[in-house]
């Protein structure tokens, strides 16, 4: 199944690309997705095993099955507005 | 409502906005931009979005506004983009009878911004290169119960 991974702020700027689309086996969880882009990308993430993703735009935990056409973004810690 | 964009946040037009009838208080927030981050000054901020996601998570937490507090109405505003030091990035107004429920339902919303809402922003110091500001080091988000 095909996948899109999507990358903002300092995980787009180290991977350097917005997203990638990536093909992983049937029953591949959001985990497997983490491993496959950390060991393609080393170092892009301090902790990859506690790297935040939203699957279509609702966080959720690496135990997550993916299902073909989903978009997982990769979420850096979140520092939105101000003060 | 709500909003995510690149223009300048109007703090009275979009106070303006505002629907009300029985009025009584009105409380605001305006987030803005800092002078100085870890002591040292800052020239410019660049603030970026996951914005069909912001855009959601931003409803969520206005419908949980109403939810939690008897409102007569709410807005919040996100700005993105490139904001000089002082600029207002983000807006919230939020209207009730008696003061109390505004006041609480603005402090909420702020908060809930800064954990769930997928906006980041980029200092650029007077001196030294560009950063992406982290949140928390150790901030997790709360994963929803799947729905059935």
Wanted: charged letters at 30%; hydrophobic letters at 40%.
């Amino acid at each position: 199944m095909k996948v899109t991974a999507r990358f903002f702020a300092s995980y787009r700027e180290r991977i350097g690309k917005r997203s990638i689309d990536v093909t992983l086996d049937r029953n591949a969880t959001v985990g497997d997705l983490v491993t496959y882009i950390s060991e393609k990308f080393p170092g892009f993430a301090p902790h990859p095993d506690r790297i935040v993703v939203a699957v279509n735009e609702e966080y959720v935990s690496h135990d997550l099955r993916l299902k073909d056409g989903d978009e997982a973004a990769f979420i850096p810690p979140v520092s939105g507005g101000a003060s | 409502m709500i909003r995510i964009t690149r223009q300048v946040l109007d703090e009275k037009a979009i106070t303006s906005k505002l629907k009300l009838k029985v009025h009584g208080a009105v409380v605001t927030f305006a987030g803005t931009t800092r002078l100085y981050s870890d002591g040292k000054k800052v020239r410019m901020l660049e603030y970026e979005a996951y914005e069909p996601m912001a855009t959601k998570k931003l409803r969520e937490i206005e419908a949980d506004m109403r939810k939690k507090w008897k409102l007569e109405d709410a807005v919040i505003f996100h700005r993105l983009g490139n904001l000089e030091v002082g600029e207002v990035s983000v807006f919230i107004a939020a209207a009730s009878e008696h003061r109390a429920e505004a006041f609480d339902a603005c402090r909420f919303a702020i908060e809930e911004i800064k954990e769930k809402v997928p906006i980041w922003k980029k200092e650029h110091w007077v001196n030294g290169k560009p950063h992406w500001v982290r949140a928390d080091a150790n901030w997790e988000v709360k994963i929803p119960e799947p729905k059935p």
